[in-house]
């Protein structure tokens, strides 16, 4: 990728020098002129109404890959929620385990990438996590998350400092970040993956993930383009305890974002009502039903356990395709991944996209009346036996003891 400036239809109107959140522009006799500070993001490209700043982008096979060094992973972090790692999103704290395991096979640095206003405390929390340094660039346009702003900072950082791989998770805001950023830059970029592993033997790193609604594996590699990127399914990997010891370097980035440049504005932030449970992908436990429950009244046996164990209410795709609950609900493949210490499937057989999904859990508990059901294959404990008759006397044990 490279920023090419035509001077000829340069008008010096200076929407670009707004745009650049590294302050790389200039205005020189009228006309646009890039300093030093320019990383090549792309952002002035996109302000630009005359022509003058165009962003050339190609597919090149022969990249010098050996410029590229260290894996990063990108945080993504609750906003207004403080600033404690409890408030990162879980699958950026997988990521990191994940992270830390992969830059050891490659003899490298793991570096995060924290985009906010107000977050530097949380910087901390990465490194405790597994980081061994912190890229921090703080300003109120990046107080809440917007495509036009985080891809120009991360294109920027990037572009910089090269990394080999770049590890972004796939919930809502990496799925939308992930796919511009690796466009910008012309990156390979694997999306949803659930396994990640290294060739050492020629750097690559070798992704898996699922195809054709799940019924094959996929294993991909990005053998030419630089960097390496893959969005990463929370609730598949593991995250490290944090060691609140660990030493690590904060690299504060200077940026200068100009709200005036942004092409969206924030008007209001809407909670999704999960009518106040918990959420999947960060429940410890999880209760969920399926078609074995017969209508959506009866969910009402699910919410009741759920809640006196203190844990989220899960369903299977069967359930949320009869529209007996919403598909926010929904565990497996085309739904949440989750990883709980524990899962209890009720009225679940265990189809093979539902297993994908929660078969990662630390103790799995299936509650059925058919003996053969896939989902005995994985559990933990087996119940067979009514439902009906289980789940009610199973929570009034519960509440009795509480």
Known sequence: MAVRLITDNCTG??????ACPYGAIEIVEGKARF????????????????????????????????????????????????????HFRRGTLELLGEGRRLAEKLGVELSAVLLGDGVEPMARDLVAYGA????????????????????????????????????????PQGRDLAPRVAARLS???????????????????????????????????SRHARPQ???VRPGVMKALEPDPSRTGEIVNVPVHLDERSMLTKIVEIVQLDTDGRVNLQDAEIIVSGGRGLGKPENFTLIRELAEALGGAVGASRAAVDAGWIPAYHQVGQTGRTVQPKLYIACGISG?????????SADCIIAINKDPAAPIFNIATHSVVGDLFEILPALTKKLREAL
């Open 13 to 18: 109107c200076k929407l670009c020098l707004r």
């Open 35 to 86: 300093n030093e500070h320019c990383t090549q993001c792309g952002a002035c490209a996109s302000a630009c109404k005359f022509d003058a700043i165009v962003l050339e982008t190609s597919y090149t096979p022969d990249v010098d890959v050996t410029q590229y060094r260290g894996v990063w992973v990108v945080a993504e972090h609750l906003t207004g929620l403080g600033a404690s790692g409890a």
């Open 132 to 171: 061994d340094k912190v890229y921090l660039a703080q300003d109120p346009v990046l107080a809440n998350y917007r495509t036009g702003p985080y891809t120009d900072v991360l294109a920027g950082l990037i572009n910089q400092h090269k990394p080999e791989i770049v590890l972004i998770s796939a919930t």
């Open 187 to 221: 990156a390979g970029l694997t999306a949803d993956c659930t396994g990640l592993d290294i060739d050492e033997s020629e750097r690559l790193l070798v992704q898996t993930r699922p195809a054709f609604g799940g019924n094959l594996m996929a294993t991909i590699v």
């Open 229 to 231: 990127m893959a969005t």
């Open 351 to 359: 189809a093979v996209q539902h297993l994908a999904g929660m078969s």
